[in-house]
């Protein structure tokens, strides 16, 4: 039994099965480096991809918020693309302007509370309004990020095209 020098795999011939390249008169029976009793050649070593794919990190870059968006401007491979920094530079502005909308409905909600029953019904339906809205949002952003998308949106996105 003899093994491709190119890919490391069982030869049964003169030609390699699996990467089709021509292998040496050690493939004959008989002959060879198998009737010398040297041991086979390892596989050849595969060569792994660094990092992961662009689309998979700018859908990453909005799962966490802020957190995942500045990491991936800190990451190295990831932080020279543009289409990444762009993704995370939306996600860190979008997330910025969620917490300052949470704000803004809780100060709402703390004036409508002396009204006995409609402030506080006002209140949960735009706390539940607003956190659907980013829910969508945040799924949205995702969504189109990994399917190579570049959805600018309305305020933030032209900010982060300008840091991207």
């Given at each position: 039994?003899?093994?491709?020098?190119?890919?490391?795999?069982?030869?049964?011939?003169?030609?390699?099965?699996?990467?089709?390249?021509?292998?040496?008169?050690?493939?004959?029976?008989?002959?060879?480096?198998?009737?010398?009793?040297?041991?086979?050649?390892?596989?050849?070593?595969?060569?792994?991809?660094?990092?992961?794919?662009?689309?998979?990190?700018?859908?990453?870059?909005?799962?966490?918020?802020?957190?995942?968006?500045i990491l991936f401007l800190v990451l190295e491979p990831y932080s020279r693309n543009k289409t990444i920094r762009f993704h995370a530079f939306q996600s860190i502005f979008v997330w910025v302007g969620a917490l300052a909308a949470w704000i803004a409905?809780?100060?709402?909600?703390?004036?409508?509370?002396?009204?006995?029953?409609?402030?506080?019904?006002?209140?949960?339906?735009?706390?539940?309004?607003?956190?659907?809205?980013?829910?969508?949002?945040?799924?949205?952003?995702?969504?189109?990020?990994?399917?190579?998308?570049?959805?600018?949106?309305?305020?933030?996105?032209?900010?982060?095209?300008?840091?991207?």
């Open positions: 039994m003899a093994f491709c020098p190119n890919c490391g795999a069982e030869v049964q011939g003169r030609f390699c099965a699996k990467c089709g390249s021509p292998v040496a008169a050690a493939a004959e029976p008989g002959g060879g480096a198998q009737a010398s009793g040297a041991i086979p050649p390892p596989p050849a070593a595969q060569t792994a991809q660094a990092g992961m794919a662009d689309n998979m990190a700018a859908a990453l870059c909005y799962l966490l918020g802020v957190l995942t968006g409905v809780t100060i709402i909600s703390i004036i409508l509370s002396p009204i006995p029953f409609a402030g506080f019904m006002i209140s949960v339906v735009l706390h539940f309004g607003l956190g659907l809205g980013l829910f969508i949002l945040w799924l949205m952003l995702m969504y189109k990020a990994y399917n190579n998308e570049r959805w600018v949106l309305p305020v933030v996105g032209p900010l982060a095209e300008k840091q991207a």
